[in-house]
């Protein structure tokens, strides 16, 4: 069901689910690349979701036509589901393919963060600031 409003992009939230990233996989993100860039392809946030949930996204599309990418994004949007994470909260796939609602897509990670927090006591990595 399409949104009728476009949420605003907060640079900062985007900041901080950036720097969260970068700790959980141990990498920094392309120098220079913006945040949706990054995020793109769903190559980064498949990563994440196998060192949340080792497993959870059982092969990832490192390159490929842009379809082969989108169904990274399909996959991680999946492995949210199974972690825990409300259908509701996740964005649809053109809030990042097509650029569409970055901000919907930092709100899925806040509601992966909440997920950790109040779900995955296991987790003892870096967690996201949700409160």
Not at 26 to 31: A, D, N, R, S
Not at 56 to 80: C, R, Y
Request: aromatic share 6%.
């Amino acid at each position: 069901m399409p949104r009728p409003v476009l949420c605003k992009r907060d640079a900062g939230q985007e900041q901080e689910i950036q720097l969260w990233i970068e700790a959980i996989l141990g990498e920094k993100f392309p120098p220079n690349m913006p945040f949706e860039d990054v995020l793109k392809d769903g190559v980064v946030l498949c990563r994440v979701m196998n060192k949340l949930a080792p497993g959870s996204v059982a092969k990832i599309n490192e390159t490929g036509p842009s379809f082969k990418m989108m169904e990274n994004v399909n996959k991680f949007q999946d492995a949210l589901v199974k972690y825990g994470v409300d259908k509701k909260d996740i964005f649809q796939t053109n809030d990042l393919s097509e650029k569409k609602d970055i901000s919907n897509v930092a709100n899925t990670m806040f509601a992966l963060g909440r997920a950790i927090v109040h779900k995955h006591p296991e987790w003892t990595g870096p967690t996201l600031n949700v409160e």
